[in-house]
């Protein structure tokens, strides 16, 4: 893609986001979601795969709907309170319209079938927009809203953590695996949203770091698939080495970074009376354990067939930078110990 091009695309998703993140008004809020949804779509389809045009219609068409519901939604609150402010969100059907078509937007089970799909046909790099970036802006509303229906979001969180644990059993391409571990993690943060806003912004941003460094971590090893990263001893030793850490960070085992917020998690859901709920996200949370165990263990315990050709590859000079990917990698591994200042900054 021409540079030119390139930036002007990714400067309308950055202004798209800052434009939700600064509306206090609906229509620029929408405004905002529907400038950083069109500035992706070029990027999704610039292979020209059919795959990759297929994720992009898919993508558009489920967007799209979100959009037109959350118009509707934000249109019914302004006829009923006579007002457009983001703070008058009191009646509880445009408030339950909102949350679903912003559950779409994100990803939310029972509404997330389009994104393993799309996961699938983009590349890594655009996934990675795809499933960090453009979640921030929907995010953002959710936060602002303060839905009051609480069981609709624990059930939305709750069915997500399950489906994003069971749905990345039987898969063997890394795409979908990471699809559904997004939707696992974002029940997650949905569980928690309406007791402690600030936690859930914790945990997205655990989740943007650890995800960057898996995304970056299979470009670099140019693997699509769990068997093709048999292959990565002999492409990137070191980061071989260190992926397992990054995966059983993601699945939230200690003395890991991912296991804090979802300890702080279970702990805010416990106190709120709601222990059988905090059990069954945990037991969730086992299911997602699984399948990143089936990736660290082809990666790490794995030989492929040492012929020739792909025998030491790593002693070739590599183009890709690998500064990102160990700041990343560092933190997903290393934060647990911060704990405490961290939930000092949350409570201030």
Known sequence: MNPYILTILLFAMGLGTTI??????????????EINTLAILPLMCQSHHPRAVEATIKYFLTQATAAAMLLFASITNAWITGQWNLEFMSYSLPTTLVTVALALKIGLAPLHAWMPEVLQGLDLT??????????????????QINPSNTSLLLILGLASTLVGGWGGLNQNQLRKILAYSSIAHL??????????PSLTLLTLLMYFVMTFSLFITFKVNNS?????LSMSWSKAPIISSMVPFILLSLGGLPPLSGFMPK???????TKQSLAPL????AL???????????ISYAMTLTMSPNILSNALPWRLPSNQHTLPLAITTSLTICLLPLTPAIITLLTL
């Open 20 to 33: 939700t993140f600064a509306s206090s008004h609906w229509l620029l809020a929408w405004m905002g979601l």
């Open 263 to 269: 300890w702080l998690i279970l702990q805010e859901l």
């Open 278 to 281: 905090a059990t069954l996200a």
């Open 187 to 196: 029940g997650w943060m949905i569980l928690v949203l309406q007791f402690f």
């Open 224 to 228: 699509t698939t769990i068997n093709s």
């Open 126 to 143: 655009t996934g990675l927009i795809l499933s960090t970036w453009q979640k921030l802006a929907p995010f953002c509303l959710l936060l």
């Open 284 to 294: 969730s949370a086992l299911l997602s354990l699984y399948f990143y165990l089936r």
